[in-house]
């Protein structure tokens, strides 16, 4: 008879919030919020490809880079691997500091971006607790994202690459979303307004959530 496998984290014990939205929709700046305020790690798996891809000896550099530009999706063994990697680090690095006997809080942003790693996640990584969905119209996500080009750096951040990855978003992401709608696990949020007034709405979701006061 095949064994079940088991999920890696147990998920009554840490608790896994997935942050989703389109490209410039304020994620992270919401993420790096939140982690301030409630003792959470913050796993933006955009950064993580980002830094896989500056390390030496990567066998993944080319890879990314090209999905990166092309607005493609990474193949998940290499997400899930950084993803499963980063939380184990830290769960090591907190433990006896905070988050004890094998509890975690972590706040998950930009995955999962198909159904199929979503479920591949919950089945060999951990079961999410919480979706928080950031909305608001490509017309802002357009604008900030043009306007954090001028500082970011980044390759992606470009009218072709952003387009492509609208197009992604809308059409594998959002059967993600779709999904835990379903499920009844998605907190959706009007992100087109001011950062502050947003972060209300994040927190008194993490708060419920967390059973835990506003912060
Ligand atoms: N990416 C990916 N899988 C993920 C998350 C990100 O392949 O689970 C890639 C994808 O090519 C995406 C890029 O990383 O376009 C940038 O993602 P990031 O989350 O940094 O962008 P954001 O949505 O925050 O603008
Ligand atoms: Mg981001």
């Known amino acids: 008879m095949p064994t079940a496998v088991s999920p890696v984290f147990d998920s009554t014990k840490v608790t896994v919030i997935y942050v ?3 490209p410039g929709a304020g994620k992270g700046t919401q993420c790096s919020k939140l982690v301030e305020a409630y003792s959470l790690c913050h796993l933006s798996v955009g950064d993580l490809l980002r830094e896989e891809q500056n390390r030496d000896g990567t066998p993944y550099g080319e890879l990314i880079r090209t999905c990166f ?3 493609t999706i ?3 063994e290499v997400t ?6 980063a939380m184990s680090a830290e769960m090591k690095i907190r433990s006896g500091n905070g988050w004890t006997d094998g509890r975690g809080r972590f706040l998950i942003d930009g ?3 198909t159904m199929d790693r979503a479920l591949k996640f919950d089945e060999e990584v951990c079961l999410p607790s919480m979706v928080i969905f950031f909305t608001t119209t490509e017309e802002v996500m357009l604008q900030r994202l043009l306007e954090r080009a001028k500082i970011s750096g980044r390759e992606d951040d470009n009218m072709e690459s952003i387009m492509k990855r609208f197009h992604t978003h809308g059409n594998q992401t959002m059967p993600v979303i779709q999904h835990y709608r379903s499920c009844g696990e998605v907190t959706e949020i009007d992100s087109t307004a001011s950062v502050e007034e947003v972060y209300r709405e994040a927190s008194a979701a993490v708060s419920k959530l967390l059973h835990t006061p506003v912060a």
């Open 80 to 85: 899930l691997k950084l993803l499963q990697n």
């Open 69 to 71: 530009r092309e607005g």
């Open 20 to 22: 989703l939205g389109g």
């Open 111 to 113: 995955f999962p971006r």
């Open 74 to 76: 990474v193949p998940m």
